[in-house]
C-alpha cells in the first residue's frame, strides 16, 4: 500500500498529494516525499531545487509564474505555516485543459502537497499573516525561461479570496501579460 493518498484536481495532472501521518500522543512522523513511491504513482521523483518563501500579510499574492521549455518546472509545493489559496493554470497551447485553472487551499496544518506538472503557471495567495510556504522544483531557475501570466486575467476566471485592490504583489508580477497576449510556447 503507497504511503500517500492522491487525489485529482479539477485538471487530473494537478494533483493534491496526502502522505499518511504515523500519529501517536506527541504528533506525527510523515515521509513527505519518498522517490521510489512517487516513480511507482508515475509523478516527479527528483528535484533540483528547494524554494522557500515568506510573506508577512494575508492577502499578499504570488505569481502566476511558469519557465519555458527547455527549462520547465514541475513544482510540489506545501505550506510549513499559515494558510493558502493555491492555483495551477494550464498554459500548453494544445491541451484540452489550455487556460483552465486548477486550485486548492494548503494549510501548515496538514501535510498535504500540490503537485504542478510542466507547462502549468502557479501562483498563490495568502490566506494568514506570517505564511511559509515550501516548494520543490523538477529544474534549476533560469532567468531567461522565466515567464508569468497577470494574476487577475479575467479570461482565466480564478476567484482569489482578496479584492485587486487590497492584493499585495510584486510590481514585476503586476505587469505579467494576459494569457492570450503570450508569445507561442511549446512544451
Known amino acids: 500500500m503507497n504511503a500517500v ?19 501517536d500522543a506527541r504528533g506525527y512522523v510523515t515521509e513527505v516525499i519518498n522517490e521510489k513511491r512517487m516513480q511507482e504513482l508515475g509523478l516527479p521523483s527528483r528535484f533540483a531545487q528547494e524554494n522557500q518563501s515568506m510573506s508577512r500579510q494575508a492577502g499578499t499574492l504570488r505569481g502566476l509564474h511558469f519557465q519555458k521549455s527547455p527549462d520547465a518546472q514541475a513544482k510540489l509545493v506545501r505550506v510549513l505555516r499559515g494558510k493558502i489559496f ?3 493554470v494550464d498554459v500548453r497551447p494544445n491541451s484540452p485543459t ?6 486548492a487551499i494548503l494549510s501548515g496544518d496538514e501535510v498535504v502537497q500540490m503537485l504542478i506538472p510542466e507547462g502549468f503557471a502557479h501562483g498563490f495567495c ?7 510556504v515550501q516548494y520543490k522544483v523538477t529544474a534549476f531557475y533560469a532567468p531567461a525561461s522565466e515567464a508569468g501570466i497577470l494574476w487577475n486575467d479575467p479570461d482565466l476566471g480564478i476567484a482569489w479570496p482578496v479584492a485587486p485592490e487590497a492584493a ?12 492570450k497576449d503570450l508569445p507561442p510556447l511549446t512544451w
Do not use: F
Not at 126 to 132: E, K, N, S, W
Not at 168 to 179: E, T, V, Y
Open 5 to 23: 493518498q492522491v487525489q485529482e484536481l479539477a485538471i487530473p495532472e494537478v494533483k493534491l498529494l496526502r502522505p499518511k501521518l504515523h500519529e
Open 86 to 88: 493555491d492555483v495551477a
Open 98 to 103: 489550455y487556460g483552465r485553472h486548477a486550485s
Open 126 to 132: 495568502t490566506l494568514t499573516d506570517d505564511t511559509i
Open 168 to 179: 499585495l504583489l510584486s510590481p514585476k508580477d503586476g505587469l505579467l501579460p494576459r494569457l
